[in-house]
């Protein structure tokens, strides 16, 4: 496996070290993170450029809650 450093600024290092649990590990987080990049980013690539980050974020973001809200009311929560 591919060895890979990288930097992280503070307050990103604490929130991915919040969201662990028991057994989890910071690599395998990333690592996680990175597929569903890698899974999302050619769609996205057909209504912008790479370069538009922030659109690109508010948009997975605007979405993943609509259909988390349409899945919560689909199951009485």
Request: no cysteine.
């Amino acid at each position: 496996m591919a060895k890979t450093s990288l930097s992280l600024p503070d307050e990103m290092n604490e929130a991915i070290e919040n969201e662990l649990s028991y057994g989890d590990n910071k690599s395998e987080w990333i690592r996680h993170s990175i597929r569903m990049r890698q899974h999302v980013d050619p769609i996205l690539d057909e209504v912008y450029e790479s370069y538009q980050r922030e659109e690109r974020l508010e948009l997975v973001e605007k979405a993943v809650r609509e259909k988390v809200d349409e899945m919560k009311h689909e199951n009485g929560k």
